[in-house]
């Protein structure tokens, strides 16, 4: 309830697992067990996880994407949440829709196992590199309509993926939908990561007064792509206060207050 809400809120752990998914879900899966049992032991009650947490592939057929219920990745998850007793944010996940295509979907689920939200990337990936990558995320993916907040028992949260984060007006919208901490799970590619990463995630804390939570893919990937890394947290002020440095596997860990400002 609000009540419930309004009365919890304020000081928590929160934690980024940043991960170098490959093509194959079972041993992503393995090590999504590894990295969230890491960051429960820490003490975070909510963690999250990066865009293609299941499979970072560049060919849809690479992987045995699935609908939820038979998807690996969501029973992994559901279990951990609740053997653990924490909010976990699955950043996003390849998911086979009824209608035969795929939405690359984040999914939240409670310390009851049960999924609390979901949220289909809205902004899809088509672009073309000056190094000569070209994406076209449109190819594979429908993309979602709809921007996502939730409530925790500590806070509002709000949903985007990778390349959401180029779009203000999603994240401002969910700001005035009274989200306090927004998150941004990613397999941002190195080029873009070192040119924008940091300053637009920034931005987007400054530009709410909101905490920014980014899960990121880092490293080379078997499908051969290279993705930046630098999982972050960044309070309201623009300030990181927490930071993968590097693109290795990894857990970061942060108190935040959604009271202070």
Known sequence: S??????????????AVQMRSGTSPERNAVDLDRLVREAAGQGARYVQTPE????????????????????????????????????????????????????NRALLFGPDGELRATYDKIHMFDVDLDNGESWRESATYEPGA???????????????ICYDLRFPRLFRAEALAGAEVLTVPAAFTRQTGEAHWHVLLRARAIENGAWVIAAAQGGLHEDGRETYGHSLIVDPWGRVVAEVAGDEP???VAEIDTTAS
């Open 2 to 15: 609000d009540k419930l809400r309004i009365l919890t809120m304020g000081s928590f752990k929160v934690a």
């Open 52 to 103: 293609m947490t299941g499979a970072l592939v560049r060919d849809k057929k690479a992987a045995a994407f699935t609908s939820e219920d038979k998807d690996i990745i969501v029973a992994t998850a559901r279990r951990l949440a609740k053997e653990l007793g924490i909010f976990l944010h699955i950043g996003s996940t390849a998911i086979l829709r009824a209608d035969g295509k795929l939405a």
């Open 146 to 160: 709809a921007a996502i907040v939730a409530d925790l028992p500590f806070a509002r949260l709000g949903f985007a």
């Open 250 to 252: 990894g857990v970061i």
